[in-house]
């Protein structure tokens, strides 16, 4: 199973970014998708997650509520992060995780993403 994210750059505070994390391989259901962050020196925190009830079971770290919206699409094994109003406290590389079952008598185990770096300018 691997995880391919894309999506990060450079932007201004008050800006937009639209992360993509699409899983591929041996998948036979995915439970949790989720983004991480680790800024330089910090740990990785959770930024969002979202479980296999969709929109309406998701959860967010405090300080990006209202701000960011994670989704995902289950056909294409993706799941997505909307970032708006950007702060420079949001700067950090950002990771995507996905909880994957590859096969019917399998337990989901955790997947990692390569990391897509967010910088974003004052």
């Known amino acids: 199973v691997q995880l391919q994210a894309s999506g990060g750059g450079l932007v201004q505070a008050g800006g937009s970014l639209r992360l993509s994390c699409a899983a591929s391989?041996?998948?036979?259901?995915?439970?949790?998708m989720a983004w991480y962050r680790q800024a330089p020196g910090k740990q990785r925190e959770l930024v969002a997650v979202?479980?296999?009830?969709?929109?309406?079971?998701?959860n967010y770290a405090d300080s990006v509520k209202g701000r960011f919206t994670i989704s995902r699409d289950n056909a294409k094994n993706t799941v997505y992060l909307q970032m708006n109003s950007l702060k420079p406290e949001d700067a950090a590389v950002y990771y995507c995780?996905?909880?994957?079952?590859?096969?019917?008598?399998?337990?989901?185990?955790?997947?990692w993403g390569q990391g897509t770096q967010v910088t974003v300018s004052s």
């Open positions: 995780n996905a909880e994957v079952a590859t096969s019917h008598y399998s337990r989901g185990r955790a997947y």
């Open positions: 391989g041996s998948i036979f259901s995915i439970n949790a």
């Open positions: 979202i479980r296999s009830g969709g929109s309406t079971n998701t």
